[in-house]
């Protein structure tokens, strides 16, 4: 498993131009029980708040608009390591938001803060994907005695992680095992050729192959029925290409491997970002890990489980205290 690297996040963030990574879950930004959660562990004064991996600052806007609405003075600064700038990505002028900042290129486990000046760290989705003992240390420095830490993070047992395994499992099957994708290749290769409507062995290996595509998607069909969520990348890159390969379609195109080209780019982002994720969850053991290394300086603990409108657990809650 892999995470995506700093100029991979860099790119993610710049070309889908999204505040957040939750597609169509969410609708502008994070809500429903994730705004109840920020909004009761962003009550309170605070001088400076620190959004931890903060992409395009889904969770900096929402502090911001928070504190802004308590008519409170409190200065917002997401850090991410990728090369992030959420105002010009997102076009939203910087001059509206005098108390909020975004510093790019900069690891979570090397703040751009002094000692003991940042009263609560925040995360979602962001915390977990950097070197955690590192982190906690860091965030032992820069925190105020009394600070608190909250944290929302991928989890092993999350919906949004759980179905990934099949899913993954079959997109390796239909790329790597059945070469799916070699197949639409060729055949587009076949009816491409100038007598393949009339050459038999032209039109017997048409036939074979378009035998190996239907036997292959039908039993990709089955297995990514029950994925919940995650199936669209794969289920859509099938369908993509059964219409590229219709009864109606052209049979011979000029631009059709450009489109089964870039149809698996798609998948392979797509996968990429699952990988990504997963790679970041933490299990059971790595949660009681970080809650050992936050409890060695000072902290106390609190984990839970955060639970979505219709989708059930999609990570865990973490809320440290000291003081
Ligand atoms: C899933 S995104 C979450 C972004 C954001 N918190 C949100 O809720 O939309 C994970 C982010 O972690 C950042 N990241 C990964 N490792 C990091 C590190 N060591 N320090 C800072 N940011 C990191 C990536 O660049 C990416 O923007």
Not at 180 to 208: G, I, Q, T
Request: hydrophobic content about 40%; some cysteine.
């Amino acid at each position: 498993m892999k995470k995506l690297n700093p100029q991979e996040w860099t790119r993610f963030w710049d070309e889908s131009a999204a505040i957040t990574t939750f597609g169509t879950h969410t609708h502008k930004n994070y809500e429903f029980q994730i705004l109840e959660f920020w909004q009761q562990q962003l009550s309170g004064n605070f001088e400076q708040v620190v959004d931890l991996a903060c992409g395009n600052g889904a969770l900096s806007w929402i502090a911001h608009d928070i504190f802004a609405k308590a008519k409170q003075s409190t200065r917002v600064t997401g850090v991410d390591i990728a090369d992030i700038n959420p105002f010009k990505t997102l076009r939203r002028k910087s001059k509206r938001y005098p108390l909020l900042e975004f510093v790019a290129n900069t690891s979570i486990d090397q703040l751009p803060f002094a000692d003991h000046s940042v009263d609560i760290a925040i995360s979602q989705y962001g915390f977990e994907y950097s070197d955690i003992e590192k982190t906690v240390l860091e965030l032992d420095r820069v925190l105020k005695p009394t600070a608190k830490i909250c944290l929302i993070m991928h989890s092993t047992s999350s919906k949004l992680i759980r179905p990934t395994t099949d899913l993954i499992k079959q997109s390796s099957r239909a790329l790597n095992e059945v070469r799916l994708h070699e197949l639409y290749l060729r055949l587009d290769e076949v009816c491409n050729f100038p007598d393949s409507d009339s050459d038999p062995k032209l039109l017997a290996e048409e036939k074979k192959l378009r035998a190996a595509i239907a036997a292959a998607t039908i039993d990709i069909g089955d297995h990514v029925d029950g994925i919940e969520g995650g199936a669209g990348a794969i289920t859509k890159y099938v369908f993509n290409m059964a219409n590229e390969f219709s009864a109606k379609a052209p049979r011979r195109s000029t631009n059709r491997r450009k489109v089964i080209l870039e149809a698996r780019t798609t998948l392979e982002k797509y996968l990429g970002r699952i990988e990504d994720m997963r790679s970041a969850a933490l299990d059971k053991s790595g949660e009681q890990d970080l809650r050992r290394c936050l409890e060695a300086v000072g902290f106390s603990v609190d984990q839970g489980v955060l639970n979505y409108v219709k989708l059930g657990n999609i990570g865990s809650t973490l809320i440290a205290r000291r003081g």
